[in-house]
């Protein structure tokens, strides 16, 4: 479905959509801080923030910008996050909008706004304002690269994807660049994921659609368990595609909710697995729990232990590191009934370890890709979260992060 033409067409895939990334000298290294995302053509908007209470200034000036449901423009910096900045953090973010909209000639209030990097700071308005007048001039059909690149920050590279379904007989596409590495727990992360579309989708059908997708996709992966201040998820819908108003119920619905939540999966492992210094990619399946909300905590808890985590970075296939976090992860849970499985290998059962071919086990636990299975036989739910595991590097990146 991800085609790797479209993916470099990325944000500006979808008709009516341009993007830029240029260099404001916001970033240390000098390197692309700057994006800019445009529809010339209102789109309909949907967003989804942090849940942590301390929000960087961005995300109050979006979840209130949201509020019409309608806008042109994203603008986006990496290197400074410009949040715990008080007034002036958020008199600079509304500022971010009011420069984007004068170049662009549309509403404040019709540009979204997002920062990441070092918390504390304030925003060099200066170079904002020098950045914004850049990639305005630099718009294209052609910058989802430069704009997928001016947002990252630990990452170790830019995560785009695009892809094209028809819908009442119309081409209908999706884009999307994401950034994410470090600081990475639900609810979303460190994470700045910008979608467009040019789908014909009412803003109130738009935005119940990606507050469920999110559950179910970025609210499923965790690097550290630390909860950011900038968390935001936002998607642009033009209508440029010319289809017919999608209404929820029916069989176009279904295919847009089926595209964009395909999207947001594929962002969601790439964040995963691109974890600050990460080795392994971790797919967590738990099956038969009485909720999903069960099936969820226990993943997580898997998830963000230390212990396990440290384990797959030794290749050490150390079930009980697992089973304990099974234990203390607050659901319902019957040992005797519980099956542990490393990469489709049962090691734990009825309560006990369970003798496995050595090489088979070592085999999977050098893998790159690791899928831990884990079967609780109390009930039909299930869920699956993603992870990576701590390594070495991982302490060295945010010991040096600030300093």
Known sequence: MFSEKSAKAGIAFPKGFKAAGVKAGIKKSGNLDLALIY???????????????????????????????????????????????????????????????????????????GSTGIIGVNLPMDKMAAGIKAAAAELSTDGSVNAGNAIITTDTYSKACSCAVQIDGREVRFGAIAKGSGMIQPNMATMLCYISTDANISAPLLQKTLSDIVEVTFNMISVDGDMSTNDTVLVLANGEAGNAEIKDGTEDYRVFYNSLKEICQELSKRIAADGEGATKFLTINVHGTKTFDDAKAIGMSIAKSPLVKTAFFGEDPNWGRVICAVGYAGVDMDPDKTIIKFGNIPVYANGLGVAYDDEALRQVMENHDIVIDVEMGLGDAAATVWSCDFSYEYVKINGEYHT
């Not at 979006?62 to 603008?75: C, L, Y």
């Not at 400074?80 to 600079?92: I, P, S, V």
């Open 39 to 113: 529809t010339e053509k209102e789109a309909a908007v949907a967003g989804v923030f942090t849940k942590n209470a301390v929000a960087a200034a961005p995300v109050i000036v979006d979840r209130e910008h949201i509020k019409n449901g309608k806008a042109h423009a994203i603008v986006a910096n990496a290197g400074c996050a410009n949040a715990c900045t008080g007034e002036l953090g958020l008199k600079n973010a509304q500022e971010m909008a009011k420069l984007a909209a004068k170049e662009l000639g549309c509403d404040p209030y019709d540009v979204l706004v």
